[in-house]
C-alpha cells in the first residue's frame, strides 16, 4: 500500500522532532562550558521555535457539494472510525474553518459570529479577543459527539436583504452572484464568521493546519479569507465534481482567487464513482474519466498530470472497513502522494538548510575562538618554559612585561569604541529603510490611488510599483550590509595587526533572497487589481481589509529582513566581545603564573602542567563540538526511508471497479 499524505507529514514531524534534539544537544554543550554567546543563543532559540512551532497549510477550496470535506475527511480523520467534518448533500460548511493544534489553548471549537463583519475590527485582531468567540468543548472519547459539534458550522439563519448586504451576502451589482430568496423576502446567510478546531490529532499536532473554505459566495464576501489565508497557504487544492467538470462558479474561484502561483497546487476531481454506469463497461468509464482531465486541464490552463480524479466517499469507507481494494479504486493514494511530494519535501529542504548553514556558521565562531583560546596557551608555554633556571630577578622582569604588554593592550579599547560607533551608525542607517514607518508611508501611496476614485483602475499599476520600490529597499540594505561588511574587514584587519587580535569577517550577508518573497506576494495579490475587481476593491471595506493585509504580509517579510541583518552584526560584535575577553584572561592567568612562581620554586613544573591541561581541554571541546555538528548535519541532511510504492502513471491507469 502506498504512503499517505499522512505518513509523509508524519516521517517530516518525527525527522523535526530528530533535528531539534540535536540542536538542542549542541545548544546545552555550549552553553555547559560557556561558548554561547547572546547571538548564538537567539538564533539557537528561534531555530528551534521554527523546527516545533512552524505551521503547514493546506487550504481546500470548492463550490458547494463538490465533496471538499468528504476529501478532508479521507485524508486527514478516517483513523476517527466515522466521518468528522459534516459531509452531506447541498451546503455544509458555510464558514471558513480552520483545524490545527495549539498546545496553549484548549480542545474545542471556537466560533466568530457572523455579526462582528459590521465592526470595525479586523479577523486578526479578533483572533486574541476570546470575549468575541464562542467555544464548544469536545470530548475527544466520544467521536460521535465531536462529530455532531463540529456540524455547528453548517448553521445558518435568516435575515432580510438589508441585513444580508450589511454583512456582505447581498450586491444589487452582482445579482447573479446572490444567494437564493424565501418566498417571504428573507435571505439565508451562515450564522458563523470564522471556526478554528483545536484538536491534539497526531497530524495536526506536527504542525499541519487545515484550511476548510466554503463556497464563491463565501470566498468573495470575506476580505480576509480571499486577501490574507489563501494567499498563505503553502498548497491549495481545488475540488471539482467529477459529473459536473468545471462550472461556472467553479471557473469563477479559480480566475479570482487560485490562479496565482502558491508553493503547491493541486486540482481533485472528486465523485468519479458517480461516472459508475451499469450500461457501460469499466474501461468506457475510465475513458469517460481520462476525457473530464482533459477537459478540466484545458479549462483551467493547467498540464493534465496536474489534475487528479479521485473519490474521496469510496476512499473513507475503504478506510474505515479496511478494503484495499476499494482504496485503490478511489486512486486517492497517487493524489495523497502527489501532495505529498509536492509539498513536505520542500518544506524539509528549506528548513534543513536554515539549520545546517547556522550550526556551520556556529562551529565557525567557536573554532576561531579556539584557535585564539591555544595560540595563547602556546604562547603562555613558550613563556613560562623560558623561565627553567632563571632568578628570581627575571621572574620579576617578566612580571613587569606582562603588566606593561596589558597596559599596552588596553589602547585598543578606544580603536574599538571608534569602531562600534561607527558599526551603530551603518546599522541604524541599514535597518531605517526596513522600519515599520517606512513601509507604511509606501502602502501609504497605494492607498491614496486606492481612495482617489470610486472605481480605482489605476490600483494595479500603482501596486507593481510599489512592490518595486519595496524591492528597491531590500537593494538597498543589501549594499548598505556589504558596506558594513567592507568596514569591518577593514577594521579587523587593523586590530589583528596592532593588538595582536585574529578577527575575521563573516561572509556578507545576502537580503536579496527575500526580493522573492516580495515577488510572490505580488503575484497572489495583484490580481485582486484588476477589473474584474475592481467594484469589490472600490468598497471601502475591502479596501481597508486589502491594506491591513498586504502591510501584514510585507512586514513579515521585511521584518525578517531586519533580523537577519541585526543576528549578523550581533554575531561580529559577539566575536571582538569574546577575543577582548579571553585575552583580558589571559593577561590576569600569566600574571598569576608567574606571581605564584616567583614565590614558590615548585610552582614552575605546576603552572606548566596546567596550561597543558587547559590546551588539550580546548582541543577535546573542538572534537566534541565537530561530532556534535556533524550529527545534526547527517540528521538534518539525511534521507527518511519511505515505502515502495507504483508509480503516479500505473496509478492513473489501474481499471476501476465502480460497477
Not at 459566495?217 to 470575506?222: K, R, V
Not at 572534537?623 to 548535519?633: F, I, K, P, Q, Y
Amino acid at each position: 500500500m502506498m504512503p499517505t499524505f499522512a505518513s509523509h507529514l508524519d516521517a517530516l514531524g518525527q525527522w523535526r522532532v530528530a533535528t531539534d534534539a540535536k540542536l538542542a544537544a549542541l545548544a546545552r554543550f555550549a552553553r555547559e562550558h560557556d561558548l554561547l554567546d547572546d547571538s548564538s543563543a537567539e538564533w539557537f532559540e528561534a531555530m528551534r521555535h521554527r523546527l516545533s512551532g512552524e505551521k503547514l497549510m493546506v487550504a481546500f477550496v470548492a463550490e458547494f457539494s463538490r465533496g471538499k470535506s468528504e476529501l478532508i475527511n479521507a485524508i486527514f480523520f478516517s483513523d476517527k472510525g466515522r466521518r468528522m467534518m459534516p459531509a452531506s448533500a447541498g451546503r455544509t460548511t458555510m464558514c471558513p474553518v480552520e483545524l490545527g493544534y495549539d498546545a496553549h489553548d484548549p480542545v474545542g471549537l471556537t466560533l466568530l459570529p457572523i455579526e462582528t463583519r459590521l465592526q470595525a475590527a479586523s479577523l486578526a485582531e479578533l483572533r486574541t479577543q476570546t470575549q468575541a468567540w464562542t467555544m464548544i468543548e469536545l470530548d475527544l472519547s466520544n467521536p460521535d459527539g465531536m462529530a455532531a459539534a463540529l456540524a455547528e458550522v453548517m448553521r445558518t439563519r435568516l435575515v432580510s436583504k438589508e441585513d444580508a448586504q450589511k454583512l456582505g451576502f447581498w450586491d444589487d451589482e452582482r445579482a447573479e452572484d446572490n444567494p437564493p430568496v424565501t418566498a417571504d423576502g428573507q435571505v439565508e446567510v451562515p450564522v458563523w464568521r470564522h471556526a478554528r478546531i483545536n484538536l491534539p490529532h497526531p497530524l495536526l499536532k506536527r504542525g499541519l493546519v487545515v484550511l476548510d473554505t466554503p463556497g464563491l459566495n463565501a470566498i468573495g464576501t470575506e476580505p480576509e479569507l480571499t486577501l490574507g489565508l489563501l494567499p498563505q497557504a503553502h498548497a491549495t487544492v481545488f475540488i471539482l465534481g467529477a459529473d459536473t467538470g468545471v462550472t461556472k462558479s467553479d471557473l469563477s474561484i479559480w480566475r479570482d482567487h487560485l490562479s496565482g502561483p502558491a508553493l503547491a497546487r493541486y486540482v481533485a476531481l472528486n465523485k468519479i464513482d458517480s461516472l459508475a454506469d451499469p450500461l457501460s463497461t469499466p474501461v468506457q468509464v475510465l475513458q469517460t474519466i481520462t476525457r473530464q482531465c482533459d477537459s478540466v486541464a484545458q479549462t483551467l490552463e493547467i498540464p493534465t498530470e496536474h489534475v487528479f480524479p479521485i473519490s474521496a466517499r469510496q476512499a473513507l469507507a475503504a478506510r474505515l472497513t479496511g478494503d484495499a481494494q476499494g482504496l485503490a479504486a478511489s486512486r486517492l493514494e497517487a493524489f495523497e502522494h502527489a501532495l505529498s511530494e509536492g509539498l513536505l519535501p520542500k518544506r524539509r529542504e528549506n528548513l534543513s538548510n536554515a539549520a545546517v548553514d547556522g550550526a556551520k556558521q556556529f562551529q565557525n565562531q567557536l573554532n576561531r575562538r579556539f584557535g585564539e583560546m591555544r595560540r595563547l596557551y602556546a604562547d603562555q608555554l613558550v613563556e613560562l618554559r623560558g623561565l627553567r633556571g632563571k632568578s628570581s630577578g627575571k621572574v620579576q622582569l617578566m612580571l613587569q612585561r606582562v603588566q606593561a604588554e596589558a597596559s599596552e593592550f588596553e589602547q585598543c579599547t578606544a580603536r574599538l569604541a571608534a569602531m562600534r560607533s561607527v558599526h551603530a551608525r551603518m546599522l541604524k542607517d541599514a535597518l531605517a529603510e526596513l522600519s515599520a514607518d517606512r513601509l507604511r508611508q509606501e502602502v501609504d501611496v497605494l492607498q491614496q490611488v486606492l481612495g482617489g476614485s470610486w472605481l480605482p483602475l489605476g490600483a494595479k499599476k500603482a501596486f507593481i510599483e510599489l512592490c518595486g520600490r519595496l524591492r528597491g529597499l531590500i537593494e538597498q540594505s543589501q549594499q548598505r550590509s556589504e558596506e558594513i561588511h567592507s568596514m569591518l574587514v577593514a577594521s579587523f584587519s587593523k586590530l589583528n595587526a596592532e593588538f595582536g587580535f585574529s578577527l575575521v569577517a563573516d561572509v556578507p550577508l545576502d537580503v536579496r533572497k527575500y526580493a522573492d518573497d516580495l515577488s510572490l506576494i505580488e503575484r497572489n495579490y495583484v490580481q485582486y487589481l484588476g477589473l474584474g475587481q475592481a467594484f469589490r476593491l472600490a468598497q471601502p471595506g475591502f479596501q481597508e481589509q486589502f491594506r491591513r493585509m498586504l502591510i501584514s504580509r510585507l512586514r513579515v517579510v521585511f521584518e525578517t529582513v531586519s533580523n537577519d541583518i541585526e543576528l549578523w552584526n550581533k554575531t561580529a560584535s559577539a566575536q571582538v566581545d569574546g577575543q577582548l575577553r579571553e585575552r583580558r584572561r589571559n593577561f590576569k592567568r600569566r600574571y598569576e603564573s608567574l606571581d605564584r612562581i616567583q614565590s614558590a620554586s615548585g610552582e614552575l613544573d605546576v603552572r606548566l602542567q596546567e596550561v597543558q591541561a587547559q590546551d588539550e581541554r580546548v582541543l577535546q571541546l573542538q572534537t566534541r563540538l565537530g561530532a556534535l555538528v556533524d550529527e545534526m548535519v547527517h540528521v538534518a541532511q539525511g534521507v527518511a526511508a519511505a515505502p515502495e510504492h507504483p508509480g503516479l502513471t500505473a496509478m492513473k491507469s489501474i481499471s476501476l471497479d465502480l460497477t
